[in-house]
């Protein structure tokens, strides 16, 4: 798909993965970048051009109708949405874990929260003839994380998700349905499992999403995401075992 002169709005775009795209696309793009915090925004924003900022939590109902609102009046619509914002919790599954609370934290930013937003955005994006929704999942989608549970299962849940989306949108509509599958980032969300010593830069996963969007290569399976996924898919035990030790 052409990759200028888009309106493409990035939740969780003022770190991390969120912010490489943003990095990534900007210099061809107008892009709004969407988070919790004003200041992580503006920082984020300040020495990037075609950049701008709207604070809103995504998992408010209140800030997804008032986010719209603002996109639809002050930038006149929107074309490429990317649903990047993501929430984890580090540990394992066992009697005092406190798994449902953890559970329901990550379901309602990885998974409903996308879901909400792709609602709410699609009049826009169909006003577009050419357009595109991005869902970012993980290698823990179809892997599961022994260190990550819950949060493995709403990444299964919004790989699900996904790959039904872009089978309904493709009956009728230019919108285009890609998800980013990135493996471990160097990311401040991924400290705790080993991020920082093993991490992949997050530019690197901004890099391949820019490509799959200009070839249309509708799952982009970053690094050794696609390894674990072809074995996975030959071998599901044997792949399970290798991702957890």
Known sequence: MNIINNTILITGGGSGIGLEIAKALSPSNRIIIVGRSKEKLDKAAKDLENVFTIQADITNESDVNRLYE????????????????????????????????????????????????????????????????????????????????????????????????????????????????????????????????NGIPASDVANDLVKALREDIYEVRVGNTELIYNNFFSATEGAFSVFNN
């Open 70 to 197: 603002d996109v639809k009046t002050t930038f006149g619509g929107l074309n490429i949405l990317i649903n990047n914002a993501g929430h984890a919790y580090t540990y394992t599954l066992s009697e005092n874990a406190d798994m449902y609370s953890k559970a329901v934290d990550e379901f309602t930013t990885n998974y409903f929260a996308p879901i909400r937003l792709t609602e709410k955005f699609l009049p826009l994006l169909k006003q577009h003839s050419e357009a595109a929704i991005v869902n970012v999942s993980s290698i823990v989608g179809f892997v599961p994380g022994s260190h990550v549970p819950t949060y493995s299962d709403s990444k299964a849940a919004l790989h699900s998700h996904t790959r039904l989306l872009r089978y309904e949108l493709a009956k009728d509509t230019q919108i285009k349905v890609f998800e980013l599958m990135p493996p471990l980032v160097n990311t401040d969300l991924s400290v705790g499992i080993g991020g920082r010593e």
